[in-house]
């Protein structure tokens, strides 16, 4: 039935092909960009990390942990967690603004809008994932007025 529908609906072309879609980015999982970080060590000494894990994962086990170690009377290490935390946090973030200013600079977009994204404290990885989708190939050249429509 919906093969019909098909047929019906291209009405006798028959020489159409299939176009080769372009390959997303692979994105490297966040695991895999900390390793060897001394805020991942430390979690995974007390405990499995599950590999496809995000940050707010990687956030909320960390933070079940530092409660726990306080709650064993461990209460520098809990400090000493979220410290490297921080840290790891914060160096995450900086290289996903990073990559955010060259996809903007790639899709030709105003450093003006980068700016304001940036002052308004959002959260680049979300970002980052906005704009590694085929729909921002269609901003290119975009002013700030559209990009704040699109991505607020």
Known sequence: MLSDALK?????????????????EQ??????????????????DHGPIPPDA????????????QKSLKGQGQGRAAKALG?????????????????????FSELGLPEKSYRRLKQAKGDPHKLLSKLSTRR????KGAGDKQIKEWLG
């Not at 946090?89 to 996903?96: D, H, I, P, S």
């Not at 921002?136 to 901003?139: L, P, Q």
Request: net charge positive.
């Open 8 to 24: 019906g609906a291209l009405g006798g072309a028959k020489d159409l092909e299939a176009r080769d879609q372009p390959k997303a």
């Open 27 to 44: 994105v490297a999982s966040l695991a895999e960009e900390l390793k060897g970080s001394a805020w991942l060590e430390m979690l995974g």
């Open 54 to 65: 995000g940050l707010s994962r990687l956030v909320d086990l960390s933070n079940k942990l």
């Open 136 to 139: 921002a190939e269609g901003y």
């Open 83 to 103: 410290r490297l935390q921080a840290d790891a946090v914060g160096r995450l973030e900086k290289a996903a603004w990073s990559k955010v200013k060259q996809r």
